[in-house]
C-alpha cells in the first residue's frame, strides 16, 4: 500500500502543518508548510515528510496554523483494490 496525504491551503497564509504519526512507539513528528492558494502532496511512507516504509497500522493527526483541507488517498498494487480515500475535516473551534 501507498498512502499519501494530500492537503490543500485554500487561505492568504501559508499553513504550516505539524504531523504526527503514531505507530505503537513514541510519534514521529513531522513539521511542513503549505504555500497559500496551494497543494502540497505527503508520502507518508516516506521518512523526510511521512513516518517511513512497511508499517502495518499507523494512525495520524495533524495540526495547523490556518484552515487546511486534507484527504488520505490510498493505492495498492495488491488485487483486492486499488483505491480508497479519506477525507478529514475539523470545523473551528474543535467541536463535532
Known amino acids: 500500500e501507498y498512502d499519501y496525504l494530500t492537503v490543500a491551503n485554500p487561505g492568504s497564509s501559508a499553513a504550516n502543518l505539524t504531523v504526527s504519526y503514531y505507530s505503537g512507539t513514541a510519534p514521529t513528528n513531522r513539521t511542513i508548510s503549505v504555500q497559500p492558494h496551494s497543494r502540497h502532496t505527503i508520502q507518508v ?52
Do not use: H, R
Open 45 to 96: 511512507f516516506n521518512p523526510s515528510e511521512g513516518a517511513g516504509p512497511g508499517l502495518p497500522t499507523i494512525g495520524i493527526t495533524l495540526g495547523s496554523s490556518q484552515p487546511v483541507l486534507v484527504e488520505k488517498p490510498t493505492y495498492s498494487t495488491g488485487a483486492s483494490y486499488g483505491a480508497t480515500d479519506t477525507p478529514g475535516y475539523s470545523p473551528p473551534g474543535g467541536g463535532w
